[in-house]
Nanobody, 126 residues
Framework: QVQLVESGGGLVQAGGSLRLSCAAS????????MGWFRQAPGKEREFVAA????????MYADSGKGRFTISRDNAKNSVYLQMDSLKPEDTAVYYC???????????????????WGQGTQVTVSS
């Protein structure tokens, strides 16, 4: 079994920063690609960022480009999302996901990912 646990969410004012962490346990391998998604009330889950197994390739949604940075530490089985210059529109539950590669698909597609965390709430006040 693979478990993903997010942490680091909270309440911040617009312009502030948060660093989200995702800790993996169980039989998860460093070859997994990892991603971050978010979901606001009344909206569908949307792609935020993804990172390859080596960390050498990253991908971002337009909404976070220039403000968000995804990284990973395979020795710790962890992935991070640094969020700067936060906006009220960033308010959502943020989810960590792991792609073993069984389903196929693009990094932006949530159906690509086999494992998901329970999410961490990020609230940005204006």
């Amino acid at each position: 079994q693979v478990q993903l646990v997010e942490s680091g969410g909270g309440l911040v004012q617009a312009g502030g920063s948060l660093r989200l962490s995702c800790a993996a346990s169980g039989r998860i391998f460093s070859s997994y690609a990892m991603g971050w998604f978010r979901q606001a009330p009344g909206k569908e889950r949307e792609f935020v960022a993804a990172i390859s197994w080596s960390g050498g390739s990253t991908m971002y949604a337009d909404s976070g480009k220039g403000r968000f940075t995804i990284s990973r530490d395979n020795a710790k089985n962890s992935v991070y999302l640094q969020m700067d210059s936060l906006k009220p529109e960033d308010t959502a539950v943020y989810y960590c996901a792991a792609d073993e590669g069984r389903a196929g698909g693009t990094r932006r597609n949530p159906f690509t990912y086999e494992y998901w965390g329970q999410g961490t709430q990020v609230t940005v006040s204006s």
